[in-house]
Nanobody, 119 residues
């Protein structure tokens, strides 16, 4: 069974930084590919950062490229999303998700953590 628990959200002023954490438990093969997503009311969920742990590849949405960094501490089994130079448009509920890297869709999701960026 895979469980994902996010933390680290909060309120910050524009230009500030936050680091989100996602504590991961479960089979490593079910969580080899991790992603951070965000959603605001009335909008579709947006994928912002992805990590394939086995081949050490990260991918970012254009909207966060150069500002956000996804990483994993394998010893602690925690996935991070370091968010720098935050903008008001980054305000959203952030979710981490996991899947087997051969799967088409993310099938494990955390409960989300709220990020609010004020101008």
């Amino acid at each position: 069974q895979v469980q994902l628990v996010e933390s680290g959200g909060g309120s910050v002023q524009s230009g500030g930084s936050l680091r989100l954490s996602c504590a991961v438990s479960g089979n490593i093969y079910s969580t080899g590919c991790m992603g951070w997503f965000r959603q605001t009311p009335g909008k579709e969920r947006e994928g912002v950062a992805y990590l394939n742990w086995f081949i050490r590849v990260t991918t970012y949405a254009d909207s966060v490229k150069g500002r956000f960094t996804i990483s994993k501490d394998n010893a602690k089994n925690v996935v991070y999303l370091q968010m720098n130079s935050l903008k008001p448009e980054d305000t959203a509920m952030y979710f981490c998700a996991a899947k087997s890297c051969g799967a088409a869709a993310y099938n494990y999701w955390g409960q989300g953590t709220q990020v609010i960026v004020s101008a």
